[in-house]
Structures are given as C-alpha cells and as structure tokens.
C-alpha cells in the first residue's frame, strides 16, 4: 500500500508536468506562428484569442495590414491598412 502512494507521488506530478509542457508547446509553436515566413505571400502578425472559440488575427498581404476575426464557422474583415516598407 505504501509502494503504491509512493507511486502516485512521483507518476502524479510528472504527468501534470507533462500536460502543462505539451500545452505550453502547442500555445507557442501554433500553425501559422512558426517564423521562416519571410517568402509568403499572406504572413500572420499576430493572433489574439477572443473568448472560447474566438480570435483576433493581424495578416499583411500585398503590403496591406488587415485585421480579422476569425470564429468558427466566420472571418470577418474589421480594419485595414497600408504598411511602409523602408
């Protein structure tokens, strides 16, 4: 019995740890944040989460900054503008 909790003492936090690590790694390498995006055509800027299933993103495309929502099943088009490249 006391094998047991022993056990569970070291296998619980090591799994909560691994959770948390996997969470933190999705959150950070997210599809579209990953850099080496300089040859594309439409780069994302930045993405804010929304609430539960939304977003705000910023892409630029053709030298124009546009600002989305992103939903579900949505995107919307808020505000845009054009950027200066030096």
């Known amino acids: 019995m ?6 569970l ?7 909560g ?6 969470l933190w790694l999705w959150r950070k390498y997210q599809p579209g ?3 080496g995006q300089s040859n594309r055509a439409v780069k994302l800027i ?21 600002l989305l929502s992103v939903t579900r099943g949505r995107i919307e088009t808020l505000a845009s503008s054009k950027t200066i490249h030096d």
């Open 46 to 66: 930045d993405a804010l989460p929304m609430g539960t299933f939304g977003k705000l993103a910023v892409v630029e495309f053709e030298g124009e900054r546009i």
């Open 17 to 22: 740890g691994m959770a948390f690590g996997a």
């Open 33 to 35: 944040m990953i850099a």
């Open 2 to 7: 006391v094998w047991y909790f022993l056990k």
């Open 9 to 15: 003492l070291i296998l619980l936090p090591m799994v």
